[in-house]
């Protein structure tokens, strides 16, 4: 099978692997779709982020949608159409024994650096998954089903928040996160969503699923300087860039007792304490996911949250890179992904 294989920073290759042996409560599935993440970028374009970085080729994907080409001894059929989480706690930790899947202490998620060796990705042409992975995907489109994963992180981060009807939210940072956080936080009952970003690409996307107000901080960076006024004004924040200068500007628009969402990764920053100590803001981090990624694949076959807006390119197998190069690119792109199979 061909598989898409990163070995260093532009470095992309297409590449024969092996396919995986099938085990007991596991499927092989002919890869449909698989969207590019900001992780996969960090990996193409730095080879890592962070302190995570590669050390050896890795496959990478993990937003991946799939037919079943043999369903072994589970209960689902050959042809159909599943979303495939790329999350697989161990289910025996003590974090998983707590309920916190996500915080597992032995998790193999799918092209991930963090561990070595590098667990590999599902950016193949056949992969092996268990069934416990794959949330059946009647109804969507193989794209839509890809986008099963970045929503439930999306979802995870509205669950952290708490209490959401009738809150004003600001979402920092208009990628796929953030915009998809739009699209969450509404559907969670926010009243009113103010969005920010560097692109006026990505804030038109964010005006047309639903926010009230889209703001370019790069054209004009004082605009989210009025809500500030009176000690803030937003409930809750989605701070999903990563970068200083957007969660202070967030940090000094929330309202006392404020929640903060950090959800972008982009290494470690300095905080404005005072305003948080002084605010009672409450800063809450946001990793993954675990149940929300079945939650968000029945909440878009219920057509309840459409994502089909932001799938802004497609590409074949054999022009992998240039999807990476599309996503790399925020004034034309959102998501770009990558067909496998049709």
Do not use: W
Request: glycine share 12%.
């Amino acid at each position: 099978m061909r598989a898409i294989v990163i070995h260093a920073a532009r470095d992309l290759r297409i590449e024969e692997r092996a396919e995986e042996a099938i085990g007991p409560g596991q499927l092989r599935l002919r890869l449909a779709t698989g969207g590019v993440c900001g992780s996969d970028l960090h990996y193409y374009n730095h080879g890592g982020f962070g302190a995570v970085r590669l050390k050896e080729p890795m496959i990478l994907g993990h937003e991946v949608s799939a037919y079943v080409d043999d369903a072994g001894d589970t209960t689902f059929t050959k042809g159909q159409l599943v979303a495939v989480s790329p999350s697989r706690p161990c289910g025996g930790c003590r974090f998983c024994l707590e309920g916190l899947p996500n915080q597992c202490l032995n998790m193999r998620f799918y092209g991930s650096a963090m561990p070595f060796p590098h667990i590999q990705g599902a950016f193949r042409e056949t992969l092996v998954a268990d069934a416990s992975q794959c949330v059946d995907a009647t109804g969507l489109t193989p794209g839509e089903a890809a986008m099963g994963e970045p929503l439930a992180v999306t979802l995870h981060a509205t669950r952290r928040a708490g209490e959401m009807l009738g809150k004003r939210v600001l979402v920092t940072g208009c990628g796929p996160i953030g915009v998809l956080s739009i699209l969450a936080a509404r559907r969670a009952g926010a009243a009113e969503i103010v969005a920010t970003d560097l692109s006026d690409f990505t804030l038109s996307l964010a005006c047309k699923v639903g926010a009230d107000r889209v703001i370019n901080t790069g054209s004009d960076p004082d605009a989210l300087a009025a809500y500030g006024a009176e000690k803030g004004y937003f409930d809750v924040l989605y701070e999903c860039t990563g970068v200083a200068a957007a969660l202070a500007g967030g940090i000094a628009a929330l309202r006392p007792r404020g929640v903060i969402l950090q959800l972008g990764l982009g290494g470690d920053m300095t905080l404005p304490m005072m305003a948080i100590t002084a605010k009672e803001l409450e800063l809450r981090g946001s990793f993954r996911f675990h149940s929300e990624f079945a939650v968000g694949v029945g909440l878009m076959q219920k057509g309840l949250i459409d994502v089909k807006p932001l799938i802004t390119h497609t590409v074949a197998l054999d022009e992998a890179e240039t999807a990476f190069r599309l996503a790399s690119d925020r004034s034309q792109a959102m998501k770009a992904q990558i067909v496998f199979s049709a």
